[in-house]
């Protein structure tokens, strides 16, 4: 099976911390590049970040510039986004997904394959 789930989404209040994982099983990310992307009620998908196979370049919307990281360890087959500063714009649910190129993608249609997603929210 090929299969990505991410854990770590929850509650938090604004200008907290959350890391979030997501975890490849059935196939080996080391050949991926690897994208979050967020979908708030209402509105469309959007990407967030990506990092290259290489894990030598990384993208970050504007939105999250400065405030979130993304990061990958292969031999753990996991990769994360670490966000900092939270804002409650940043309420959505976050997925992550896989595309086998080197480069990194903000467009969703690109990649093959998508975890579940989970929830985020961010509120006093």
């Known amino acids: 099976q090929l299969q990505l789930v991410e854990s770590g989404g929850a509650l938090v209040q604004p200008g907290g911390s959350l890391r979030l994982s997501c975890a490849a099983s059935?196939?080996?990310?080391?050949?991926?590049?690897i994208g979050w992307f967020r979908q708030a009620p209402g509105k469309e998908r959007e990407g967030v970040s990506c990092?290259?196979?290489?894990?030598?370049?990384?993208n970050y919307a504007d939105s999250v510039k400065g405030r979130f990281t993304i990061s990958r360890d292969n031999a753990e087959n996991t990769v994360y986004l670490q966000m900092n500063s939270l804002k409650p714009e940043d309420t959505a649910v976050y997925y992550c997904?896989?595309?086998?190129?080197?480069?990194?993608?903000?467009?969703?249609?690109?990649?093959?394959?998508w975890g579940q997603g989970t929830q985020v929210t961010v509120s006093s």
């Open positions: 990092i290259s196979v290489s894990g030598l370049r990384t």
């Open positions: 059935g196939f080996t990310l080391d050949h991926y590049t």
């Open positions: 997904a896989a595309r086998q190129y080197y480069y990194c993608s903000g467009f969703p249609y690109e990649y093959n394959y």
